[in-house]
């Protein structure tokens, strides 16, 4: 079973030939209202690439606004159980997302209902079980929720996105220390490593070795048109290409290859076909205007890999 621990959010997507610059007013080409934030787009990727009901478990909260009953009907459509959703008095968190014609995209967001959300036991399973969080609820309740999830013998996967900039090196190196997979970008993954005091030399690779190293835990960089690098504590690293598409919009790609690498993981992949199922799922997203509303399902995932193995 596969348990999300994070936000959600109302994406309001404004599309437009460039962006802004300070001071700036520029007219959009389109305005959509779309469901997101990093928690609900991962529990929809991981139930889509499952390919089957009950597989996944949605823990966040809702404002008490139109929007919270209609996006835990979506989820709940999605095969996702939602009874771990809660509503609260504040508003559904929400997202503003500028998406110019290359599909780069600028994204402001209110935590609103996301900023109340709290971790309890024993909602996160047990052996064999995975948690997956992210970082845009309250900083102290992912820690909780990690510490839970260990308790219990969960895997625990978080995403360290967005970056926290304002939490101290002793809370990082504590959180860190609960995690079983981190996954990261570029700018997060230069963050944990300052963070935890290690020089990580020039690369890429190296950086990721370090912190595996340092940390005792597999790390994961996704690096966006330069693929993904993997490293292990004991020091194995391995490089994937990432597929290339005809981008339209990079939002929600990389939730995409988080939710779908853990589908991978519960379905029992290896590591290595897991990571490329993710690969797969987040080029597709990228096809796609949004972020759930670009999301692949595993039949779409099944096939992209089929035809890239056939012309291998």
């Known amino acids: 079973m596969i348990h999300v621990f994070g936000s959600i959010n109302v994406d309001f997507v404004f599309r437009m030939r460039r962006m802004p610059g300070p001071g700036e007013t520029v007219m959009a080409d389109e305005s959509l209202t779309l469901h997101g934030g990093k928690g609900a787009n991962q529990a929809v990727a991981a139930a889509r690439a499952l390919g089957r009901p009950g597989g996944v478990a949605m823990h966040g909260a809702v404002g008490d606004d139109p929007f919270g009953p209609v996006i835990r009907a979506a989820m709940e459509a999605e095969g996702i159980d939602v009874s771990g959703i809660r509503t609260v008095a504040d508003p559904t968190g929400r997202a503003v997302i500028l998406l110019d014609d290359t599909g780069e995209n600028s994204i402001t967001v209110a935590a609103g209902a996301n900023a109340r959300l709290q971790a309890d036991a024993p909602a996160y399973g047990g052996p064999g079980d995975l948690l997956v969080m992210q970082m845009e609820v309250p ?174």
């Open 139 to 312: 900083f102290d309740e992912v820690a909780k929720a990690a510490t839970i999830a260990r308790a219990a013998g969960c895997t625990v996967l978080l995403n360290l996105a967005p970056a926290p900039e304002g939490a101290s090196a002793e809370a990082m190196a504590d959180l860190l220390g609960q995690v079983d997979i981190l996954v990261v970008n570029e700018h997060e993954l230069a963050l944990a490593c300052t963070a935890l005091g290690l020089t990580a030399g020039d690369s890429i690779p190296a950086a990721v070795a370090a912190l595996a190293a340092r940390i005792g835990c597999r790390i994961i960089a996704t690096l966006g048109a330069e693929g993904v690098c993997r490293g292990l504590p004991g020091g194995d690293v391995l490089t994937l290409p990432a597929i290339p598409v005809d981008v339209v919009d990079t939002t929600g790609a990389g939730d995409t290859f988080v939710g779908a690498y853990a589908a991978g993981l519960a379905e029992g992949l290896s590591d290595e076909a897991a990571l490329q199922r993710a690969v797969a799922a987040a080029a597709l997203t990228c096809r796609k205007v949004g972020a759930q509303s670009a999301m692949p399902r595993a039949e779409e995932i099944d096939a992209l890999l089929a035809g890239r193995s056939a012309t291998a």
